[in-house]
C-alpha cells in the first residue's frame, strides 16, 4: 500500500552535515505518521526522529536531540531528516518508516517503537569519519 524510497546518505566528516530523503507513494501521504530509525553494525535498530501527520510536532531521540531535525512536505509526499553536527557515534543504516495504524493523536512514546509503523524504506548508509 505504501513504497518508500530512500536517498541521501554517504560518507561524510564528523561535523558536517547531511539531509536524508524519503519519498513516499502508494497512499495519501498525510494521513500517515513518520518516523526515522537507524541501525549500527550489532546494534539494536533505534528510534531517531518522528514526526506528526500534520508535521506540527516533531519528535527526537535524546542522542540527536539539538542536532537533527525532521520535516515533512506532504504536497511533495516527502519526509526528511536533516542531519547536522554529525559525529562518528550517528554512523548506521537509516531507515524511514511510516504508519497507517497509528491513531490521528497517538501518545509520543509510540513514535519510537518499531511495531508502530507497517511501512519500510529500505535504508541508507550514513558513514561518519573521525
Known amino acids: 500500500q505504501v513504497q518508500l524510497v530512500e536517498s541521501g546518505g554517504g560518507l561524510v566528516q564528523a561535523g558536517g552535515s547531511l539531509r536524508l530523503s524519503c519519498a513516499a507513494s502508494?497512499?495519501?501521504?498525510?494521513?500517515?505518521?513518520m518516523g526515522w530509525f537507524r541501525q549500527a553494525p550489532g546494534k539494536e535498530r533505534e528510534f531517531v526522529a518522528g514526526v506528526t501527520w500534520s508535521g506540527s510536532t516533531q519528535y527526537f531521540a535524546e542522542s540527536v536531540k539539538g542536532r537533527f531535525t525532521i520535516f515533512r512536505d506532504n504536497a511533495q509526499s516527502m519526509v526528511y531528516l536533516q542531519m547536522n553536527v554529525l559525529k562518528a557515534e550517528d554512523t548506521a543504516v537509516y531507515y524511514c518508516?511510516?504508519?497507517?495504524?497509528?491513531?490521528?493523536?497517538?501518545?509520543?512514546?509510540?513514535?519510537?517503537?518499531?511495531?508502530?509503523?507497517?511501512?519500510w524504506g529500505q535504508g541508507t548508509q550514513v558513514t561518519v569519519s573521525s
Open positions: 518508516a511510516a504508519s497507517s495504524v497509528m491513531s490521528s493523536r497517538p501518545y509520543r512514546s509510540n513514535y519510537s517503537l518499531m511495531a508502530s509503523y507497517d511501512f
Open positions: 502508494g497512499r495519501t501521504f498525510s494521513n500517515l505518521h
